[in-house]
Every structure is written in C-alpha cells, then in structure tokens.
C-alpha cells in the first residue's frame, strides 16, 4: 500500500460477511489512520477474529470494501498480494514453523518472496530478533523455545517483511501469566515507534497505555468505538459495560 | 544340494529382486507424491478424476495386474519387458498406498502453518513445498518405510512373469531338489535379511531428518 498522509493506513466499509446463513460481520465501519493503534474487545464469537482476517485476505467477505492505504482488497490481483505482503500478522498461536529454525523463520519470506540473498536475509532476521530481545536463540527450534520466546519470534517473523500494518490476533491468550509481560512489551516497542497496530486483545492495561482507539465488538458489528479513557471510564452501550463487568471480576 | 549352495542358488536371483524394488520405487515415489499432493489440492471433478486413478492402483489385486500387462497387453500392441511390467504395477501399486499417506500428512497439519504462510506473502506452491511438504514426509516417514518393505515383499510375485527373482530361484531348486522345507526356510531368512536392514535405515532417516523433534526430545 502507497502511502499518503491523507490515506488512512485501513478502511474498512460497510463490510459484511456470512458463514452459510449465519451473518458474522454486519455492516462494519472502520478506519484507521496510518500510525493509530486500534485494540479491538469484545465477548467470544463476536467476530473479532473474523475481521482482522478478512484485512489480510485469510477470509472472504461477500459485501463491503477494505482498503490498505490506496489498494481495495480484491480488486487487483497484483496490488492484493503486494497489500498482503506489507501487512503483517501474529496468531494467537504463535503459527511457527516448527521444521525450521528460528533464523530460517525469519529468512523465510525475505528470500523466497523477495529474493533476498542469505546472508542479506539473515542479517535483517538477527536484527529483528535482538529487537524483540532473543537475538541468542537464533539457531534453535520453536520447540526449543518458552511460549513467550516463540511469539516473539513470530513478530519478527512479520516485522522482517517491513510491513506497513501489523495485526495481532489474542497474542497473548495462549501464553502463561508470567510471560504476556514480554510479549506487551515488544508491542508496546512498536507501538512507540509509530507501527499501525490493530490488536484484538484482552489485556485492558496494554489497551490504556497503547490504544488511541478500543473498538468493541458484539454478535458482529461494532457496538462501540472510543478513546480509551473514555471507554473504559463511561462505556455507554449496555452490553460494553457487562463486558467490562467480567473483566474486572 | 548342502544349505550354503541353497543360499548361493537363491542369491543369484538378488540382483532381479532389488532390480525390481529399485526400479519400482521410480514408479511409486513420484506417483505418491504427485498424486498424493493433487488429491489435496485439487476439488470437484479433478478431484474425482486424481482420486479414480489412485483407487485403480490401490485396490486393484497386484497378481492380476502383472498378468494383464504381461499377457494381455501384448494383444492390443503393446509388448512391455518383464521388468518394466512389474516395476510398473507394483510401483504404482505402493505408490497408490503412499499418495494416501502423503495426502494423510497434508490434511493433518495445523491450518494455521498454511495462514501463516500466506500472511507471510509466501504462494501457495512456496507454502506447498517449503511448509507442509516437508513436514508432511516427515511426519509420514515411518508409514514409507512400512511401504517400502513391503514393496520389497511384493518383489515376489514377479516370478510369475518369468523374472528370476529370489522366489524363483527358490522353486527351481525345489524342482530340482524335492526339499521344500530348507530351501523355503532359506528364501524367508533372505527376504528378512534384506527387509530389516531397511527398517533399521527407517529409523536412522527418522532421527536424521527431524531435528527439531529430536531437540525437542533432547530438552
Ligand atoms: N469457518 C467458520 N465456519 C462457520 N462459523 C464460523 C467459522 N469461523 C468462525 N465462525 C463463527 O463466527 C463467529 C465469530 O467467530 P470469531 O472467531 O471471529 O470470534 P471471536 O470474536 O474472535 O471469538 P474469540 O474471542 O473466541 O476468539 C463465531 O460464532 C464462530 O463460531
Ligand atoms: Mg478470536
């Protein structure tokens, strides 16, 4: 996606998609603009997931446009895989590569989709790892490594790509307590240094610190879209206040 | 005949019945592969059509097959040697059972290997043959060995189309001797001779070509 500081970096209209006869995304609004740090709440099942994927192609819709920059999704071939290449995304269950090392899923895409040498591709990849603070495991499996450690791995995985837009899908629900911590700060990190984020997320503290923007999500639609303060202080819809209701309790 | 002139009598048809393994593996690999692969990717009629061609193999009885193309072929034109028939039919034969394996192996893999490679920008024939082939064969790895020695087994039918395999060698020198049990006795101990080396290659490929599950293991 070509960017231009009129161009919000995401805009998603009246986006629509069903699964069968079941109508998942109902008429969602949404946009971003480039550098903005959206985190997306919500009940389970409300579509969060679904949304975020359709912004990289990994699902289908049937009505609505979603626009990266100057690209619409799906209305060109070439410029789609070129607006998916620059955008990255981290799973909620870390999705390594567990054949491969931890350089060689960082080298990966770099060499194979851009045609990167070796040693130009390992370089980046060792560059992004010490950035998100495992530069030492380098050489081992995912296996090898705390769950932790491999999310972190898998943002630099994505970073490695330069993408434009990062999404994160519950990065840290998969994780023990102890280590969501090292996983916020590394998004924290990003966050700072101006990275487009949308974040579904549950982690309310990282929403305040990090958010300009929570979206909350239910039965598909977007019910609610504040500041943070505003939020998590005065929710109106009724059903964003039980929400929060649960998470404090 | 003493016991060593059995085995030396029944050695000389080693060099058909490994011929023949060989030369089958040149059919079955890249037919369990391709068509392995295919079954996976493909929907609809291609499907219908890759999956026909697979049960044909599998299913169809190997011995009948030999005698078609050995015997019936020849009387539509179309005369093939002795070693290419059955090479042929039992290459394609395992390799109906191994295109089931490679294709078990794909479906197996977290969808989410597939997602993450597209994220990635990777194409679907990177993702194919960078993410979940290999993971697949190695997954798989033991269920090819498995085939492997039982194409090894299969070898023996080919004495029906006159090729002097071990088997053969065996019955012509029971014709000759009229002493089944030693000679048989002999035939099985060399069919396990070549087949359990290959199982203990099996397992030495296994740990050679999975390094991140024997790190694992190594934790
Ligand atoms: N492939 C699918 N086919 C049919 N229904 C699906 C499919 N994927 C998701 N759904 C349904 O769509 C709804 C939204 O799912 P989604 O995964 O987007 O929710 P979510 O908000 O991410 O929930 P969670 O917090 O549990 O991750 C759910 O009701 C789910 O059951
Ligand atoms: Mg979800």
């Not at chain 2, 059995?6 to 490994?18: C, H």
């Not at chain 2, 299913?59 to 193309?69: C, Q, R």
């Not at chain 2, 790895?141 to 498995?146: K, V």
């Not at chain 2, 290959?198 to 050679?208: I, P």
């Amino acid at each position: 996606m070509t960017q231009t500081d009129d161009k919000p970096a995401v805009q998603i209209a009246s986006l629509n998609k069903w699964y069968g006869a079941f109508h998942v995304l109902k008429e969602v609004n949404l946009t971003i603009p480039s550098g903005s740090r959206v985190v997306i709440c919500g009940p389970s099942g409300s579509g969060k997931s679904t949304l975020i994927r359709c912004l990289n192609g990994l699902e289908a819709y049937q009505q609505g446009t979603v626009t990266l920059g100057t690209i619409e999704l799906g209305a060109n071939a070439r410029e789609t895989v070129l607006a998916r290449r620059q955008t990255g995304m981290v799973f909620q269950s870390f999705n390594l590569f567990p054949h491969l090392t931890v350089l060689s899923n960082c080298t990966l895409a770099l060499r194979r989709v851009l045609r990167m040498p070796r040693n130009e591709a390992e370089s980046l990849a060792r560059h992004f790892l010490e950035k998100v603070r495992i530069p030492e495991q380098a050489t081992k499996y995912p296996a090898q490594l705390s769950g932790g450690q491999q999310q972190r791995v898998a943002i630099a995985r994505a970073l490695c790509m330069n993408p434009r837009l990062m999404l994160f899908d519950e990065p840290t629900s998969a994780l023990d307590p102890e280590m969501v911590k090292e996983v916020l700060d590394v998004m924290t990190g990003l966050a700072h240094e101006g990275m487009t984020m949308i974040c579904v997320t549950h982690e309310m503290g990282f929403a305040r610190e990090v958010a300009d923007q929570v979206v909350f999500m239910d039965q598909g639609s977007i019910v609610e879209q504040a500041s943070p303060v505003a939020f998590f202080s005065t929710p109106n819809h009724p059903r964003a206040r039980s929400f929060l209701n649960t998470l404090l309790h | 005949m003493s016991v060593l002139e059995i085995w030396l009598g029944i050695l000389q048809g080693f060099r058909v019945t490994a011929l023949v393994t060989l030369y089958g593996l040149v059919f079955a690999i890249p037919f369990g592969l391709i068509f392995g692969v295919a079954q996976h990717l493909t929907t609809g009629p291609a499907r219908f059509v890759v999956t026909s061609v697979i049960e044909f193999w599998r299913s169809s009885a190997v011995i009948i097959l030999l005698f078609v193309f050995y015997y019936a072929l020849p009387l539509a034109g179309l005369a093939l040697s002795a070693m290419t028939v059955s090479a042929m039919v039992l290459g394609l034969n395992i390799g109906g059972y191994a295109s089931q394996a490679v294709r078990a192996g794909l479906q197996a893999l977290d969808r989410g290997q597939k997602e993450a490679g597209h994220a990635l920008g990777l194409s679907r024939s990177t993702i194919l043959l960078r993410i979940e082939l290999p993971q697949a064969l190695v997954a798989m790895s033991p269920t090819f060995i498995n085939q492997l020695i039982q194409l090894v087994k299969a070898t023996s039918l080919v004495s029906l189309v006159t090729l002097t395999d071990m088997t053969f060698r065996a019955k012509e020198i029971s014709q000759i001797e009229y002493d089944p049990v030693p000679i048989y006795t002999s035939l099985l101990l060399a069919y396990f001779i070549v087949c359990y080396p290959v199982a203990l290659f099996g397992r030495w490929v296994e740990r050679r070509i999975n390094p991140a599950r024997e790190a694992r293991r190594a934790v």
